[in-house]
Each structure stands twice: as C-alpha cells, then as structure tokens.
C-alpha cells in the first residue's frame, strides 16, 4: 500500500508535487508554533507569577471558560458543517450568524453598567466561553474553506492573547488583575464578532419557523454532546477542584500542558482531512485513525520513560515530573486516550447519531461522578487518582463511542483494536 501511495507521488508534475510539499511542511510549522503557544503560554504565565496558587486559580477559570463554551455556541458549528456545507441549505446562513452575534453584544453592555464584574472570575469564565465559542467556529469556518493556515492560527487565538497579555507582565508594562484579562478576552470576542457575523445576518427576516426548528434542535443536541464531552475529557480541573488544593491542580496544569505536546499530531490530521471525514469512505477513515493512535502511542511511549533517562537533571521541567512521577505517567496515558476519543467523535457528528451519542455519553459522565464521590467518601483522593479515574472513563467512552456506531453496521476495526490494546496497557502499567 505504501509503494502504492509512492508511485502515485512520483506520477505528479514536479511544481505540482513541490507545492504539495511546500503547504504541507508550511502548515506543520505554522501548527507546531501556534500549538506550542497554546500549551506554554499558560507556563509562561506560571512562570511569571511564580504563585502555584494564582496560577491554579487562573486555569480553573479557564478551563471553567472551557466547558461553558460548549453551551455558549449552541452547537452551531456543527450545525453550520452539516447544513451548509453537507446539505448545502445556504439559505440558513444568516440565522447561524445571528446566533453568534448577539450574546457578545449584550454581556459588552453588562460591563459597561457594572464594571465590577470583569474581576469576577465566574463572569470572566463565561467571556471567555463565549470567546471560545466564535472560536470554534471560525476555525470551523476556515476548514470548510480549506484554509488550513488561519484555522491553525484561529485555533490558538486565546492562548497567542495570553501569551501577549503574560509578555506585558513580564516587561513590566502590566501588573497582573484578572479585571484586565477579561478586557483583553472581551475585546477579542467583538474582534470576532465583527469579522465573522455583522456582515452575514441579511435574509434573516425571509427564514420560517420550519427553516429554524432543525437547526436549534440539531444544535441543541450537538450542545449537549459538547457539554458532555467537555465535562469528560477537560473538566479535570472542575473536578478536582472540589477534591484537593488550587497547587495541586497547578501542577496537573503544568504536567498536562507538557503531555499535550502529543496531541499536536492528531490535531494537524483533524486540520487537514476536516471535509474528507465528512465525505471519504469509513475503511479510510478506520486505517488512517489507528496510524495517528499508534503515532500518538510512540511519543507517549517515549515521554513515559523520560523520567529514567533523566534522573539528577535539575531543570524545573525535569525536577517537577521527577517530582510527579506517578500523576505524569497517568496525563500522558490521559492525553492519549483523549486522542482516540476525539477522533471518533466527528464520526458522529457526520452520520448525526447525536440522539444515541448523548444518552451513552451523559451515562459515562455521572458514573465518572459518582466515582469520585463515592472513592472520596472512603479516602481523601489525590491529583493522580482523579487523572487515572479520569482517563479510565475517557477510554470507556472511545469504546462506546464505536458500540453506537456498529449500530448503524459501521465498525472501525483497527481503531478498536489499538484503543483495547492501550487500555489494557493502561490497566496494567497505571
């Protein structure tokens, strides 16, 4: 098959071939630098404050931010995929916009009247969901046009924010208030507000309530899916935010944001192919998703046994898994069962089985929940159990994710395997 893929290279026109080459080395740099910015600029900014605490507090009103997003969006990404680009119902473009449009507008108002609330970090979690949220969409939007260069750099638009409000602190020019995070954050929202959404409200008035009832309902379900999904595999923090200290979730932060480096490889596969998952038959799909797992495991592999090739190292990198050993083995097993749950999941996004999707799911998160409470009632539960219980239901819920699937006589072979296969080895080796 690789010969194959070769030959049919060598069969392309030199200029043709060199441009190939020359967008796709380009898109990897741009993405290895932008998703670098997004897993270091919080490091940067623990860094800066060199307060564990601070530090903690600030990545719970993100990751807080995070989850809130998910229902800050609607769901409209997704639907904007499934009906305008499959379906091809341009007609409803309009009421998509809308949707993004108006809640940046009326919380810009809220400030304005009540200055107060930017250092509110409830009220700066839920700017910065809201942010997250137009977000999303613009990469969303980039995707279907096949720019994959500005979806990279959408993609890291809060964190390359954070990197410049942090490099103010740094210098001196700032002094660190959460108040001026959320300004930062609030200005970006309407930056987008204004690119993406003014311009693209016009029709809106001609739209019947039969054009807009498919819309919120298969938005509200991919809501639902995102806040599910969110609540799984990000919400680490959440969670363990009612179990253990604000320095023991900054330590996780640090740890994951290093662990996430592995990730970086299935998401320039996700850029890459987002219109050939909606479109290419499921055995291509099947073969290239367990090439990107067994990549994945191979980084994961190599940062599992970092810790014994670098022992007496006194980098603080070096120095905090050192210190950690037990909770960095666990986020990276976590990081790489993320990847193979997030691969599946536009899977069912394309064939809308969100209905069963959210019903497997919802299942998954409360006895995830309920798991925590109940070991928490018999002993005080530590960083690395809320991980390893964590990536335990993340890895329970890729599997669940191909039951629905097989359903609808679609069975990905080969992912399955490779997702049992790093199960076990989770279960013997965390």
């Known amino acids: 098959m690789t010969l194959k893929w070769i030959a049919k290279i060598k069969q ?35 860094s800066t404050l060199k307060d564990t605490a601070a530090f903690g507090a600030f990545e719970y009103s993100l990751n807080l931010g995070q989850t809130l997003a998910t229902v800050a969006g609607l769901g409209m990404h997704g639907a904007y995929t499934f009906f305008i680009y499959k379906q091809k119902k341009q007609q409803l473009k309009p009421l998509l916009h809308l949707v993004y449009l108006v ?17 509110n970090t409830f009220t700066g979690s839920i700017i910065i969901g809201f942010a997250f949220a137009q977000q999303l969409f613009a990469v969303t939007f980039y995707k ?25 602190i740094y210098s001196g020019i700032l002094d660190y208030r959460y108040s001026r995070w959320t300004v930062f954050v609030l200005a970006y929202l309407l930056l987008m507000n204004f690119r993406f959404h003014f311009r693209q409200i016009k029709g809106v008035r001609r739209l019947t309530r039969q054009d807009w009832k498919p819309v919120f309902r298969y938005g509200v379900y991919s809501t639902v899916v995102l806040l599910l999904v969110s609540l799984l595999t990000t919400s680490t923090r959440i969670f363990a935010e009612f179990f253990t200290s604000l320095e023991q979730i900054g330590v996780y932060s640090y740890l994951i944001r290093i662990a996430s480096v592995i990730i970086i490889f299935h998401r320039v596969i996700q850029t890459l192919f987002y219109t050939h998952i909606y479109t290419s038959p499921h055995q291509r799909l099947d073969r290239l998703f367990a090439i990107v797992l067994a990549a994945v495991l191979f980084f994961a592999a190599a940062g599992y046994f970092l810790p014994e090739l670098l ?36 899977v069912l996004y394309r064939e809308n089985l969100l209905g069963a999707y959210v019903k497997v799911l919802a299942m998954i998160v409360l006895l995830m929940a309920a798991t925590f409470w109940t070991v928490h009632l018999l002993y005080p539960l530590s960083m690395q159990q809320i991980t390893w219980i964590n990536a335990l239901f993340i890895g329970a819920a890729t599997l669940a994710q191909c039951s629905v699937l097989k359903r609808k006589g679609i069975y990905y072979k080969y992912t399955i395997g490779l997702q049992w296969i790093l199960l076990l080895c989770f279960l013997v080796m965390g």
Not at 20 to 35: Q, W
Not at 149 to 168: E, P, R, S
Not at 311 to 340: C, D, E, M, S
């Open 12 to 46: 392309l026109p030199a200029n043709r071939y060199r441009s190939y080459i020359r967008a796709y080395i380009g898109l990897f740099f741009i993405y290895g630098v932008t998703k670098s910015i997004i897993y270091f600029a919080p490091l940067f900014l623990y």
């Open 103 to 119: 809640p940046p507008l009326l919380l810009l108002l809220l400030v304005l009247a009540v200055p107060a609330l930017l250092e």
């Open 144 to 168: 279907l046009q096949h720019q994959n260069i500005k979806a990279t750099i959408a993609d890291t638009g809060i964190y390359l924010l954070l990197f410049l409000f942090t490099a103010l």
């Open 311 to 346: 022992k007496g190292a006194r980098y603080p990198l070096i120095v905090t898994i050192l210190h950690n050993r037990a909770l960095w083995h666990t986020v990276l097993f976590q990081a790489v069962l993320w990847t193979g749950f997030a691969l599946m999941d536009l």
